[in-house]
């Protein structure tokens, strides 16, 4: 997996909870709009396929290109900076049938310009404009043309109770290995996993360890993060590919 198709959840963890809980949003929606993402990088089953990123000679840009198992191309996806995740370009998605699925116009990291998504037989789904990354006009349609009031786009899973109660859950739950702490290891272990459709935590792995019990330790308490309303991509439940670190400070 790409590191730009994740959704970093880093700052979340760096304020206690009760900070959190008296001056920010209290969701993780809440909190995403107020840092302006409202991309779809980590949305959907392409989470899991395989990926290539082609950089692009003398500069910090590129595209990321996701297959499916199959072998045909899902997602096509354009960088002007591949560390720092700025789209820039025309971002496409395919259904395995080789149909369009969706086209997304980014400049400056912010939408802009049209987003057209469709249905499996071709037929138009949505259409929505972006001005510097703020929706403008949109309509949307059934699969059989009918006009329907347009869903919100992006929705990110939510965790019951909230930003305050998921960093209380991971905060109260860590362990610290007595081995480690003897030894004086610190630090932070990053874990991808994936929010699937149904709310539940599957396919957590270390994405950058620290010593192996605490990776260990790391990945028990990720999983045990369980009830998740699930995230919604152009109105239908989905996957959603999240990196979240657990923190081990000696105090």
């Not at 008296?22 to 990926?51: E, H, M, S, W």
């Not at 993060?225 to 439940?237: K, N, S």
Request: with cysteine.
């Amino acid at each position: 997996m790409h590191p730009t198709v994740a959704i970093v959840l880093a700052a979340l963890l760096a304020t206690p909870a009760q900070v959190w809980a008296q001056t920010t949003p209290q969701t993780l929606n809440a909190y995403f709009k107020a840092q302006g993402k409202n991309d779809d990088l980590g949305f959907g089953p392409g989470v899991l396929f395989r990926t290539d990123t082609l950089r692009t000679a003398g500069t910090a840009g590129g595209r990321v290109r996701r297959y499916f198992p199959s072998g045909k191309k899902y997602e096509e996806v354009p960088f002007a900076n591949l560390r720092k995740g700025e789209l820039q370009g025309r971002q496409t998605r395919w259904f395995e049938s080789g149909q369009l699925q969706a086209t997304e116009d980014y400049a400056a990291g912010q939408r802009q310009g049209r987003m057209v998504t469709f249905y499996p037989d071709g037929t138009v789904r949505r259409r929505q404009e972006y001005a510097r990354g703020v929706p403008g006009k949109s309509e949307c349609f059934a699969p059989n043309g009918q006009s329907v009031t347009c869903p919100e786009y992006v929705v990110f899973p939510e965790y019951p109770g909230g930003l305050p109660a998921l960093l209380t859950h991971i905060q109260s739950s860590t362990r610290y290995p007595k081995a480690q702490i003897r030894q004086g290891i610190q630090g932070k272990v990053l874990v991808d996993f994936i929010i699937d459709k149904t709310g539940a935590v599957t396919n957590a792995r270390i994405k950058q360890g620290l010593a192996p019990a605490l990776d260990e330790e790391a990945l028990r308490v990720v999983s045990s993060l369980r009830a998740w309303t699930p995230g919604r991509l152009d109105g239908e439940a989905t996957a959603v590919l999240f990196t979240l670190p657990v923190t081990f400070a000696i105090r």
